[in-house]
């Protein structure tokens, strides 16, 4: 960005000193009499009738080839080069001449009479502002220093000083000239002041958005500060300076030649502070090749200053300084922003507004300069109807882009922040639900969101430059069913997906189970969904192969076991029990949160052939009925043992000793096994 801003300020000077010094002179204003006799003429029928009949219409003119435009280019710069080279005999007598124009009417035959109100008026200026600063130092006293760092105050007394220098001069009658040149160089003085405060309010910001008196080292070439105030202060200088030189030559009487061979000396001047800036810059060292380029393409810029082709000029200016200055710009922005400390959906705002406002304030400032420039250089040239339609379609069209950048950034960080909250843990059931739900449309709505200002954009741009967008429409709707025909796979599952989504069936981090696939809900896009499953296998599966889905993550969850008892169990120690644990596990602090009924013994559910098989019931969060479960079941085995109640194991009563009747004993107490292993594993 100081960068930018340097090389920014050399090509200002050189087109400022370019355009004033070509500028024609007007001639006299025609004496009222003269020009009151020439009317009362033209209102003569005879003479108006004689004019019509030899008036003679125009040639035809034919568009110019190449070969035409490059050689009036090359007759044009000839002449220009030839008038430079001619002007420079001139100069001695052009001086002598304004030397008396001076002492005529400027100092009155009074030597030094512009030096010393000069003097006067920069006295009674400090004067002023000093005041105006021992004020504000004095109301800023009671208050924390929250106004450090920027350039109000200075901003402040520099106008108090503009005010009372060039109020005290104006309340006084002075000769034309002498006002003129007075106030000339009062405002270029002026102007040097306000470009110090700013540079030393923005360098530190650039550097690293610490104040001006906080400005970290940077290297043997000292700190930010250290390095570019002074050359910005210097390059605005000559910048000022010369600006007031050449602005006051034609009135001095100095020819346009010589005005011009001025303002290229002191493009000179500024030219070679530029260079010295890109072979000694201390914050960003470049190679030697770069370095070389950025002396060669600054040297070119220069020569294309004075060949005249100012579009060309713009054009490489704004190539090499508008990158770094967007950067900047939004750099200081960011800075800003950061200092306004505002939270929430309000802080968003502010600060997008803040740091793509201040680029594309940056981007549009270049656009708007851009097509001043143009519009210049197509009054020149014969236009045709394509470029008439050409240059306002781009220049728009980088209005379109701004606005387009503007809104998606907008609308995009506003999207994360809703989500970034969505994302945190904590409140009720309907919160974490409707968190939940917008974690699972916000990213769908983000994706059309784009894709819609992208299309709006486009459409726009084509229809500033010309293209008819209503047949493009038209047949975008026709390819569009033409498509929905040939892919109807693809349009049922976007159709599905829509319907899911407005039927609410799963949200982001729900488990669902459909068909053979289940998993909790990663992710979406138009066409289908992510399920990962609980042992890590990731599933994509398209919206229209779904079908009924079981969502395992809603509300509540019943989980129901069962275990079998032997005959001579105690059943009513046995409910006892069971009650007494579900009543530890909701007072647990690590299951109360989740447990919504305690575990409870529902009663006998069967009479089986080696046990009593009894139910009981758990109703919990989703998910959460698993860690549960493990527990109780380890604190029902341990209290069943303290209590000698004993759990049911498959038995086979044999009679007699016969070796076959030990066999088949085996036999069929393998097949109970067999045939239920929970009840053998219990």
């Known amino acids: 960005m100081r960068f930018a801003l340097t090389i920014f300020l050399v090509w200002i000077a050189l087109v400022a000193f370019g355009g004033t ?28 009738a004689w004019l019509e009949g030899k008036a003679v219409p125009p040639p035809e003119q034919n568009d110019p080839s190449v070969s035409d435009a490059v050689t009036q280019w090359g007759a044009a710069l000839h002449s220009r080069v030839s008038a430079l080279v001619a002007a420079f005999p001139r100069i001695p007598s052009e001086l002598a001449n304004a030397a008396n124009v001076v002492s005529r009417e400027v100092n009155a035959g009074q030597p030094g009479l512009v030096i010393g109100i000069l003097v006067v008026l920069i006295a009674i200026g400090f004067g002023a502002e000093w005041l105006v600063r021992q004020a504000l130092d004095h109301a800023r006293k009671p208050v924390d220093d929250a106004a450090a760092g920027t350039a109000l105050p200075d901003l402040i007394c520099l106008l108090t000083f503009a005010l009372a220098s060039v109020g005290a001069f104006l309340a006084f009658d002075w000769m034309p000239l002498l006002r003129r040149i007075v106030v000339t160089l009062l405002v270029a003085f002026i102007a040097f002041r306000a470009v110090r405060i700013i540079a030393r309010w923005i360098i530190p910001l650039t550097a690293n958005g ?76 470049a190679s030697l090749v770069r370095r070389m380029l950025l002396t060669l393409c600054l040297v070119v810029l220069w020569l294309v200053w004075v060949a005249g082709l100012l579009g060309l000029l713009w054009l490489g200016i704004l190539a090499l300084v508008l990158p770094t200055a967007v950067r900047g710009a939004g750099n200081i922005a960011q800075a ?61 069209a980088v209005v379109i882009l701004l606005v387009a950048d503007f809104l998606w950034q907008l609308s995009k960080r506003l999207i994360d922040y809703q989500l970034d909250l969505a994302g945190q843990a904590g409140g009720t059931a309907e919160e974490a639900a409707r968190r939940a739900r917008l974690r699972t449309l916000l990213p769908i709505f983000r994706n059309a969101l784009a894709a819609f200002i992208a299309v709006v954009a486009v459409l726009t741009i084509l229809s500033g430059l010309g293209v008819q967008v209503g047949p493009l429409i038209a047949g975008a709707g026709v390819f569009g069913v033409a498509v929905g025909f040939g892919s109807q796979t693809l349009v049922k599952d976007v159709l599905s997906g829509v319907f899911y989504m407005l039927d609410d069936a799963f949200r982001v981090g729900e488990y669902i189970q459909s068909g053979s696939y289940k998993g909790t809900v990663e992710s979406f896009s138009l066409r289908s969904v992510r399920l990962r499953h609980h042992r890590g296998p990731v599933f994509t599966v398209p919206f229209g192969a779904l079908g009924a889905v079981q969502n ?27 009650k007494k644990i579900g009543q530890d596990l909701a007072a647990d602090p690590e299951f109360a949160a989740d447990t919504i009924q305690p575990l409870k013994l529902q009663g006998i559910d069967n009479f089986g052939d080696f046990a009593i098989e009894l139910k009981m019931k758990l109703m919990t ?42 066999a088949a004993a085996q036999q069929m107490i393998q097949m109970k096994e067999a045939a239920d292993p929970a009840a053998n594993q219990a």
């Open 336 to 396: 800003l922003a950061r200092r306004t400390r505002r939270a929430g959906a309000v802080g968003v705002i502010l600060g997008v507004l803040i740091e793509r406002g201040a680029r594309a304030a940056v981007i549009a400032a270049a656009v708007a300069w851009l097509a001043y420039i143009w519009s210049i250089m197509a009054a020149r040239v014969a236009g045709s109807a394509a470029a008439a339609i050409a240059v306002p379609g781009v220049l728009n």
């Open 210 to 285: 610490a104040t001006p008196d906080q400005v970290a080292p940077m290297g043997t070439g000292g700190s930010a500060l250290s390095f570019w105030l002074p050359r910005t202060s210097q390059i605005a200088g000559i910048f000022l300076f010369g600006w007031a030189v050449v602005s006051l030559m034609p009135a001095l009487g100095f020819s346009n030649e010589v005005r011009a061979l001025t303002a290229f000396l002191f493009g000179l001047a500024i030219l070679a502070m530029a260079i010295e800036v890109v072979w000694r810059r201390p914050d960003r060292p």
């Open 621 to 662: 969060k989703p998910g959460a009925q698993f860690s549960i479960k493990r527990r109780a079941l380890m604190m029902i085995k341990k209290a069943f043992a303290e209590n000698g109640i004993k759990i049911a194991r498959p038995t086979v009563h044999v009679e007699g000793g016969a070796s076959d009747a030990a």
């Open 552 to 578: 395992m993550s809603r509300d509540w969850v019943i989980e129901k076991m069962t275990i079998r008892l032997t005959y001579d169990s105690d059943v009513d120690l046995a409910r006892k029990l069971i």
């Open 21 to 48: 010094g070509w500028a024609q002179q007007t001639g006299p204003d025609l004496p009222p009499a003269k020009a009151q006799q020439f009317l009362e003429l033209m209102k003569d029928p005879e003479l108006k």
